[in-house]
């Protein structure tokens, strides 16, 4: 071994034990803090604990009390465990005036007591009336079938036009809208859809309807020369409450439908 290899084998030497004490004087790392996440302050929430259709008596095994952060606790909707700790005799025997899926909130807005009445009046709000319309079994008058419990309507008139018919000679019909944007409470006997059927007939319709709507529905169902079809909304034009659009003495102002051959065509008077 010559110098040149010696003195770097020595440099190589002192390198690494210069390092070793080093590393071995090196301060210990600080300990690493652990910062706890504030406590969340919150309350019990009663809450679906399973799918509760609409019209169904509440009972303890369908509720259920779970954490709900007070930031977000809504006291004049929501049942709150805190001011209502006894809340249980009174929500049972409670029927869901709408449907709840299962993690909602128990609103008391969407409970009804029915004090051993039925659904229906206990379901109905304050003022208004259920009124029961005949529709076609076929679902010819009622949007093929495809109108729901809850979904909205437009009430129209088919009569015949008795004037028009002997001024033209042939048989004329008329058509007018009577109610817009009715709530339908029942199609038949459902009240909601059941077994995940999209299509529910029956040979009645109930409608939810004010005093005034119910006397005109009543007297177009028995006006000898019309009857009532039902027109489904969209639900992006459902929003507001029925509307009055027409009644009994405006039967004579709107378009004609002539029937000629068994065809039928508009025609304006």
């Known amino acids: ?16 034990g210069g390092a070793y004490v080093l590393f071995n004087s ?10 706890q996440a504030p406590k969340l302050d919150a309350d019990e929430v009663l809450i679906a604990a399973n799918d509760i259709p609409m019209g169904t008596a509440l009972t303890e095994t369908l509720v259920a009390w779970v954490p709900w952060p007070k930031a977000a606790i809504s006291p004049d909707y929501m049942i709150v465990k805190s001011s209502s700790p006894n809340v249980m005799d009174d929500v049972k025997g409670s029927m ?7 993690g909602d909130p128990i609103r008391r807005d969407k409970l009804v007591k029915g004090n051993n009445s039925g659904f229906m009046s ?16 076929s679902g010819e008058d009622n949007a093929g079938g495809f109108i729901l419990p809850n979904d909205r309507v437009d009430v129209i008139k088919i009569y015949r036009d008795d004037q028009a018919t002997k001024e033209h000679g042939v048989e004329v019909d008329g058509a007018q809208t009577i ?3 009715v709530r339908v409470l029942a199609i038949g006997q459902n009240i909601q859809e059941e077994n995940g059927k999209k299509v529910i007939q029956g040979a ?5 309807l004010d005093p005034q709507q119910a006397e005109l529905v009543i007297l177009a169902q028995h006006a000898g020369n019309s009857n009532l079809h039902l027109a489904l909304r969209s639900l992006a034009d459902s929003a507001g409450p029925a509307q009055t659009v027409g009644d009994m003495g405006d039967a004579g102002r709107g378009n004609l439908t002539i029937v000629r051959f068994g065809a039928p065509q508009t025609a304006a008077r």
């Open 1 to 16: 071994m010559n110098k040149v290899q010696i003195a770097v084998l020595g440099a190589t030497v002192v390198a690494f």
């Open 26 to 35: 090196a301060p210990a790392p600080a300990p690493q803090r652990v910062v």
């Open 96 to 102: 869901a005036r709408e449907a709840f899926i299962h």
């Open 122 to 137: 206990a379901i109905l709000p304050a003022g208004m009336r259920a009124v029961a319309i005949k529709v076609d079994n």
């Open 179 to 181: 109610l817009a944007n």
């Open 204 to 208: 009645n319709a109930t409608l939810e």
